[in-house]
């Protein structure tokens, strides 16, 4: 069973409990008016982005449209400016709900698979964790040899670095990109340390996730 | 001016609009010994600032008529106008009240012939049409008021204006001299009834009240369609004159909000719901209302009101709170947002935006000097704690006339109450 059908079938009937025990702020999801007032502020929803904004994904939730609210990717277009935080007239922390959203879809592997924000924060967090610190030379390598549908593209790659390649001397005359780094690059010093760090941080999620989160008055 | 006479069994109230009125004449009319005081020089309060009353649309000049024709028949009340209290002291059944009189320099010889008014030059902003037009520095403050007489502004003390205005008065009204006063009122039981402000609508940002000419409040909205309004009566938009045919109203501009007032006003829906009359009544061809709500709360019996303007092919409901307000080339205010029922995205252009603002309590962060208890939004708890002071109409919550004037009654049976202990006819 896989992740996905092992949370569909603990939560049967009730996706809005599964979002307030499993996502992030989703105890929050109840307190929705349906205003609109968030999606109205959304910077990007007035461009042809989102395809359910806010207000319209915290309704599906309530309506236990768990396959298109899991798969949809109007979460991963939240750009973080806090705008609908800000203007919420119940105080709903509609961004934080929205990453909290983005997350848990992709933990259970239903996300939109080549959803570019997707790939990017997949890419820059395995990037990152591996030494502890940020390769800027691997994780931009990493970008420009993919294509569109996420696959490894050598000619595209050549393409896009030829085209940026004046930004890549300045930066480079600056000193701002060592070519060497792709050597595996520069290192945290206590890699062990961030690893177990990381592993404790996972188990006190998971075990907060345990807990039913749903009815607890705040 | 100072002539004034009460005692521990005297019922002081506070504020002098709707709520404040009936207080008073309530407890006068069984008997009890009454001073009504007013901040400003003349009584009604907002409801006389109003065009037409929800449901039956009758004038206000109807409802404070037969409430100032009870107060001219009773002995009982004594009113004192551009009066503040800065301070009580003492407790139930035994309070003293220190009152600031500011001077009118009008006495009682004035007979309201307007002379004054012809000779003086200086121009004032008119609070009674929310600054929307000028008026002469000496006024009388709306067709309606009592006591009918005239007011001297402060600012043209001193000026020659003052003279000009002296010099016009044929009957020796006007008396430069008066001073402001301090004087101390004993009472029994205090009534709190200073009503409500309309919530400062220029604080939510994003609806551009005070940078876009054409955003204006439902309050001034009020004031445009009277006839004694700034414009005659005319629905126009303040930018350039022209006259507005397709409005939009905005609901809950302040209230339900934990941004700026966490109620529900309570009286807003119905206040747009009455507009949307104004605008048919001067357009029957060609007027366009538009309504955007969260959800229409036509309180109690108001239900079938809400039905009929639904049915005005005129009326647009629109289920969505505005986000945004931006102004397009040609002056006009056009609303963005999400249209709850489908999702879909709007931008509408319109004449003229009407912000259905909140009812702030006017109590809210002002210190009452008294101990009360306040709820979350500022308005009078009732709570014992208070003692003897009583909250009324708009002070104590978000109420509409009809059920400030229940408010008052019941606070003013409170209030006799109290003093029927000191007076010893009740245990």
Redesign the interface.
Request: with cysteine; hydrophobic share 20%; aromatic share 4%.
């Given at each position: 069973m896989s992740a996905n059908q092992e949370m569909a079938a603990k939560y049967k009937n009730s996706f809005l409990k599964e979002v307030e025990d499993q996502v992030e702020m989703g105890e929050w999801v109840k307190m929705c008016?349906?205003?609109?007032?968030?999606?109205?502020?959304c910077p990007t929803?007035?461009h042809p982005g989102w395809e359910?904004?806010p207000?319209?994904i915290f309704m599906m939730i309530r309506a236990g449209k768990r396959e298109e609210v899991l798969t949809s990717p109007s979460m991963w277009m939240c750009t973080s400016c806090y705008n609908c935080i800000?203007?919420?007239?119940?105080?709903l922390p509609i961004t934080h709900i929205m990453h909290g959203l983005a997350n848990y879809a992709h933990r259970l592997g239903v996300a939109p698979k080549n959803q570019p924000t997707r790939a990017f924060s997949t890419l820059f967090w395995s990037n990152a964790i591996a030494t502890g610190r940020v390769n800027e030379l691997k994780l931009s390598m990493g970008l420009y040899f993919k294509d569109a549908e996420g696959k490894i593209n050598i000619g595209e790659g050549i393409k896009k670095g030829l085209a940026m390649k004046d930004v890549a001397l300045g930066l480079l005359k600056a000193r701002r990109l060592n070519p060497f780094e792709i050597f595996g690059g520069h290192k945290c010093k206590d890699q062990k340390g961030i690893a177990a760090m990381l592993k404790k941080a996972r188990e006190l999620e998971d075990k907060r996730k345990a807990l039913p989160q749903s009815g607890a008055s705040r | 001016m100072t002539d004034v006479v009460a005692t521990n069994e005297t019922i002081l109230v506070v504020g002098g609009g709707i709520s404040g009125m009936t207080a008073a004449l309530e407890a006068a009319e069984t008997g009890k010994q009454v001073v009504l005081l007013e901040k400003n020089p003349a009584l009604g309060g907002r409801t006389s600032q109003l065009y037409r009353y929800f449901p039956k649309m009758c004038h206000p000049t109807c409802g404070l008529e037969i409430n100032l024709r009870r107060l001219k028949a009773n002995p009982r009340v004594r009113v004192l106008t551009q009066a503040e209290v800065t301070g009580i002291t003492g407790s139930a059944g035994d309070y003293t009240a220190t009152v600031k009189l500011a001077p009118r320099y009008v006495n009682e010889n004035c007979t309201a012939c307007g002379a004054c008014a012809d000779a003086v030059k200086t121009e004032v902003d008119n609070p009674f049409n929310y600054n929307l037009g000028k008026m002469k520095a000496a006024y009388i403050p709306s067709a309606m008021a009592y006591p009918q007489r005239y007011v001297l502004h402060p600012s043209i003390i001193g000026t020659a204006d003052a003279e000009a205005a002296k010099a016009a008065c044929k009957y020796g009204a006007i008396d430069l001299d008066q001073k402001e006063e301090t004087i101390e009122i004993k009472a029994g039981a205090v009534v709190w009834a200073t009503g409500w402000q309309p919530y400062d609508a220029a604080k939510i940002q994003p609806y551009g009240y005070g940078r876009y000419k054409n955003v204006i409040t439902s309050v001034e909205f009020e004031r445009l369609a009277d006839p004694h309004g700034p414009t005659g009566g005319r629905i126009l938009r303040p930018s350039d004159g022209k006259e507005a045919k397709n409005i939009a109203f905005i609901q809950c501009a302040g209230s339900r909000d934990e941004n700026h007032l966490r109620h529900c006003s309570r009286i807003c829906c119905m206040a747009s719901l009455k507009q949307t009359h104004y605008v048919r009544e001067q357009h029957p061809e060609d007027g366009k209302s538009t309504i955007y709500y969260i959800d229409i709360r036509a309180i109690d019996r108001f239900e079938d009101f809400y039905q009929k303007v639904q049915a005005d092919p005129s009326v647009t409901f629109v289920k969505s709170k505005v986000a945004r307000i931006s102004e397009d080339e040609n002056g006009n205010p056009v609303c963005w947002g999400v249209n709850t029922e489908g999702y879909k995205r709007y931008s509408n252009p319109h004449d003229l935006v009407v912000l259905a603002v909140g009812m702030e309590p006017s109590v809210k962060g002002v210190a009452i000097p008294a101990n009360v208890v306040f709820d979350s939004s500022g308005f009078i708890e009732a709570d014992p704690a208070n003692g003897g002071v009583f909250g009324a109409g708009c002070a104590s919550n978000a109420l509409d006339v009809n059920r400030a004037v229940q408010s008052a009654t019941a606070a003013a049976l409170r209030a006799i109450q109290v003093v029927n202990k000191v007076a010893r006819a009740e245990v």
């Open positions: 008016m349906q205003c609109g007032v968030c999606s109205g502020s929803n007035f359910h904004p207000q319209e800000v203007r919420c007239p119940r105080k | -």
